[in-house]
Protein backbone atom coordinates (compact mmCIF):
# COMPACT_ATOMS: atom_id res chain seq x y z
CA UNK A 1 0.00 0.00 0.00
CA UNK A 2 0.74 3.76 -0.26
CA UNK A 3 1.49 3.88 3.39
CA UNK A 4 0.97 2.16 7.15
CA UNK A 5 -3.05 1.69 7.58
CA UNK A 6 -4.21 1.17 10.88
CA UNK A 7 -7.45 0.57 11.81
CA UNK A 8 -9.80 1.36 13.80
CA UNK A 9 -8.98 5.05 13.95
CA UNK A 10 -10.73 5.43 17.19
CA UNK A 11 -11.60 2.96 19.42
CA UNK A 12 -13.94 3.52 22.76
CA UNK A 13 -13.81 0.34 25.06
CA UNK A 14 -16.15 -0.19 28.44
CA UNK A 15 -12.98 -1.26 31.20
CA UNK A 16 -12.43 -4.66 31.15
CA UNK A 17 -13.35 -4.91 27.31
CA UNK A 18 -10.56 -7.16 24.90
CA UNK A 19 -9.63 -4.87 22.44
CA UNK A 20 -7.71 -5.71 18.94
CA UNK A 21 -5.91 -2.85 17.09
CA UNK A 22 -4.79 -3.70 13.20
CA UNK A 23 -1.96 -2.45 11.19
CA UNK A 24 -0.99 -2.84 7.74
CA UNK A 25 2.22 -2.09 7.21
CA UNK A 26 4.04 -0.76 3.80
CA UNK A 27 4.13 -3.79 1.56
CA UNK A 28 7.77 -5.21 1.82
CA UNK A 29 8.56 -4.02 4.90
CA UNK A 30 10.38 -6.11 6.99
CA UNK A 31 10.09 -4.37 10.21
CA UNK A 32 7.34 -3.91 12.25
CA UNK A 33 6.85 -1.72 15.61
CA UNK A 34 3.99 -0.58 17.57
CA UNK A 35 4.55 2.46 19.81
CA UNK A 36 2.17 3.98 22.41
CA UNK A 37 1.64 7.73 22.61
CA UNK A 38 -0.13 9.25 25.97
CA UNK A 39 -1.52 12.60 25.94
CA UNK A 40 1.15 15.61 26.26
CA UNK A 41 3.79 12.69 25.46
CA UNK A 42 6.27 11.19 23.15
CA UNK A 43 5.63 7.25 21.81
CA UNK A 44 6.68 4.83 23.81
CA UNK A 45 7.89 1.30 22.58
CA UNK A 46 6.00 -1.40 22.89
CA UNK A 47 7.26 -4.32 20.94
CA UNK A 48 9.18 -5.00 17.30
CA UNK A 49 9.00 -7.45 14.85
CA UNK A 50 11.45 -8.86 12.06
CA UNK A 51 9.29 -10.49 9.30
CA UNK A 52 6.80 -12.80 11.65
CA UNK A 53 9.43 -12.53 14.50
CA UNK A 54 8.85 -10.77 17.60
CA UNK A 55 12.27 -9.47 18.57
CA UNK A 56 11.69 -7.41 21.17
CA UNK A 57 8.50 -7.04 23.54
CA UNK A 58 10.42 -5.17 26.47
CA UNK A 59 8.03 -2.34 25.87
CA UNK A 60 4.36 -4.60 26.63
CA UNK A 61 3.48 -2.66 29.96
CA UNK A 62 1.52 -5.58 30.85
CA UNK A 63 0.86 -9.61 30.40
CA UNK A 64 -2.86 -8.00 29.32
CA UNK A 65 -0.86 -6.70 26.21
CA UNK A 66 -0.04 -9.15 23.10
CA UNK A 67 0.91 -8.97 19.75
CA UNK A 68 1.38 -11.00 17.06
CA UNK A 69 2.37 -10.98 13.13
CA UNK A 70 1.71 -14.50 12.04
CA UNK A 71 2.39 -14.03 8.25
CA UNK A 72 5.11 -11.48 8.24
CA UNK A 73 2.58 -8.55 7.08
CA UNK A 74 -0.27 -7.95 9.11
CA UNK A 75 0.13 -7.28 12.56
CA UNK A 76 -2.70 -7.06 15.80
CA UNK A 77 -2.32 -5.64 19.12
CA UNK A 78 -4.79 -7.05 21.74
CA UNK A 79 -5.25 -5.79 24.91
CA UNK A 80 -6.87 -7.85 27.49
CA UNK A 81 -9.19 -6.55 29.64
CA UNK A 82 -8.82 -2.89 29.29
CA UNK A 83 -8.09 -0.48 32.22
CA UNK A 84 -8.31 2.99 32.06
CA UNK A 85 -4.49 3.68 31.99
CA UNK A 86 -4.63 2.12 28.77
CA UNK A 87 -6.16 5.05 27.14
CA UNK A 88 -3.59 6.63 24.79
CA UNK A 89 -3.00 6.42 21.06
CA UNK A 90 -1.49 3.30 19.80
CA UNK A 91 0.72 4.15 16.87
CA UNK A 92 2.40 0.90 13.98
CA UNK A 93 5.53 1.82 11.95
CA UNK A 94 6.93 -0.48 9.37
CA UNK A 95 10.50 -0.10 8.27
CA UNK A 96 12.85 -1.51 5.02
CA UNK A 97 15.30 -2.60 7.35
CA UNK A 98 15.11 -1.71 11.11
CA UNK A 99 15.35 1.40 12.56
CA UNK A 100 18.65 2.58 11.05
CA UNK A 101 16.37 2.95 8.36
CA UNK A 102 13.79 5.79 8.80
CA UNK A 103 10.59 4.52 10.04
CA UNK A 104 6.77 5.28 8.54
CA UNK A 105 4.30 5.56 11.27
CA UNK A 106 0.26 5.01 10.80
CA UNK A 107 -2.41 7.79 11.86
CA UNK A 108 -2.78 5.47 14.96
CA UNK A 109 -5.85 4.08 16.83
CA UNK A 110 -6.70 6.33 19.26
CA UNK A 111 -8.15 3.44 22.59
CA UNK A 112 -10.36 5.95 24.93
CA UNK A 113 -11.43 3.11 28.06
CA UNK A 114 -13.92 4.61 29.67
CA UNK B 1 19.35 2.45 28.05
CA UNK B 2 19.29 4.90 25.75
CA UNK B 3 17.22 8.21 26.12
CA UNK B 4 16.75 11.60 24.76
CA UNK B 5 15.73 14.93 26.36
CA UNK B 6 13.91 17.89 24.71
CA UNK B 7 14.36 20.73 26.86
CA UNK B 8 12.06 22.88 25.71
CA UNK B 9 8.20 22.34 25.66
CA UNK B 10 7.60 25.21 23.26
CA UNK B 11 9.64 26.81 21.17
CA UNK B 12 8.10 30.52 19.52
CA UNK B 13 9.42 32.20 16.33
CA UNK B 14 8.65 35.28 13.96
CA UNK B 15 7.92 33.79 10.42
CA UNK B 16 11.44 34.04 8.52
CA UNK B 17 13.29 34.34 11.49
CA UNK B 18 15.56 31.30 12.02
CA UNK B 19 14.48 28.67 14.47
CA UNK B 20 16.21 25.58 16.43
CA UNK B 21 14.51 22.92 18.07
CA UNK B 22 17.36 21.48 21.13
CA UNK B 23 17.61 18.18 21.65
CA UNK B 24 20.01 15.83 23.63
CA UNK B 25 21.01 12.41 23.84
CA UNK B 26 22.43 9.17 25.66
CA UNK B 27 23.10 5.74 23.81
CA UNK B 28 26.22 3.37 24.37
CA UNK B 29 27.50 2.87 20.99
CA UNK B 30 27.17 4.70 17.79
CA UNK B 31 23.61 6.63 17.93
CA UNK B 32 21.31 6.39 14.99
CA UNK B 33 19.22 9.89 15.20
CA UNK B 34 15.71 11.01 13.82
CA UNK B 35 13.70 14.21 13.42
CA UNK B 36 10.15 13.51 13.49
CA UNK B 37 6.91 16.10 12.88
CA UNK B 38 3.35 15.45 13.88
CA UNK B 39 0.90 17.63 12.77
CA UNK B 40 -2.80 17.38 14.14
CA UNK B 41 -4.51 14.01 13.55
CA UNK B 42 -1.86 13.04 11.24
CA UNK B 43 1.03 10.21 12.07
CA UNK B 44 4.34 10.82 12.64
CA UNK B 45 6.19 12.31 9.75
CA UNK B 46 10.04 11.54 8.46
CA UNK B 47 12.24 14.57 8.37
CA UNK B 48 15.93 13.56 8.82
CA UNK B 49 18.20 11.17 10.52
CA UNK B 50 22.09 10.91 10.72
CA UNK B 51 23.68 7.70 10.42
CA UNK B 52 26.98 8.24 10.16
CA UNK B 53 29.11 10.66 7.77
CA UNK B 54 28.83 14.70 7.81
CA UNK B 55 27.74 15.91 11.22
CA UNK B 56 25.36 18.55 9.10
CA UNK B 57 22.17 16.55 7.75
CA UNK B 58 19.72 18.21 5.53
CA UNK B 59 15.95 16.95 5.51
CA UNK B 60 12.75 17.24 4.27
CA UNK B 61 10.89 21.06 3.91
CA UNK B 62 13.95 22.72 4.41
CA UNK B 63 15.01 21.49 8.12
CA UNK B 64 18.62 20.69 8.89
CA UNK B 65 20.46 18.91 11.90
CA UNK B 66 23.72 19.32 13.45
CA UNK B 67 25.09 16.12 15.19
CA UNK B 68 27.57 16.76 17.81
CA UNK B 69 29.28 14.24 19.57
CA UNK B 70 31.39 16.17 22.68
CA UNK B 71 27.69 18.02 23.31
CA UNK B 72 25.65 14.72 22.61
CA UNK B 73 23.24 17.18 20.87
CA UNK B 74 21.02 16.95 17.49
CA UNK B 75 19.86 20.41 17.04
CA UNK B 76 17.15 20.69 14.93
CA UNK B 77 17.36 23.93 12.90
CA UNK B 78 15.65 25.95 9.76
CA UNK B 79 17.32 29.57 8.40
CA UNK B 80 13.64 30.61 8.03
CA UNK B 81 10.59 29.64 9.25
CA UNK B 82 6.97 29.67 7.58
CA UNK B 83 3.48 29.26 9.48
CA UNK B 84 2.61 26.16 8.25
CA UNK B 85 5.90 24.44 9.85
CA UNK B 86 3.95 24.88 13.55
CA UNK B 87 3.88 21.44 15.00
CA UNK B 88 4.96 18.96 17.41
CA UNK B 89 8.58 17.87 16.88
CA UNK B 90 9.72 14.38 18.32
CA UNK B 91 13.94 13.80 18.27
CA UNK B 92 14.32 10.45 18.90
CA UNK B 93 17.32 8.22 19.10
CA UNK B 94 17.77 4.12 18.16
CA UNK B 95 21.38 2.13 18.84
CA UNK B 96 19.63 -0.37 16.12
CA UNK B 97 16.77 -1.50 17.66
CA UNK B 98 13.97 0.09 18.73
CA UNK B 99 13.40 4.23 18.44
CA UNK B 100 13.28 5.80 22.14
CA UNK B 101 11.59 9.05 21.70
CA UNK B 102 11.81 12.40 23.68
CA UNK B 103 8.73 14.15 24.79
CA UNK B 104 8.01 16.42 21.87
CA UNK B 105 8.77 20.32 21.27
CA UNK B 106 5.72 22.31 20.25
CA UNK B 107 7.17 25.00 17.54
CA UNK B 108 4.74 27.84 16.92
CA UNK B 109 5.76 29.80 13.81
CA UNK B 110 4.05 33.62 14.33
CA UNK B 111 3.00 35.20 11.01
Known amino acids: GAGVSQSPRYKVAKRGQDVALRCDPI?????LFWYQQALGQGPEFLTY????????KSGLPSDRFFAERPEGSVSTLKIQRTQQEDSAVYLCASSSRGTNTEAFFGQGTRLTVV | AQSVAQPEDQVNVAEGNPLTVKCTYSVSGNPYLFWYVQYPNRGLQFLLK??????LVKGSYGFEAEFNKSQTSFHLKKPSALVSDSALYFC?????????FGTGTRLAVRP
Open chain 2, 92 to 100: AVSSGDKLT
Open chain 1, 49 to 56: FQNEAQLD
Open chain 2, 50 to 55: YITGDN
Open chain 1, 27 to 31: SGHVS
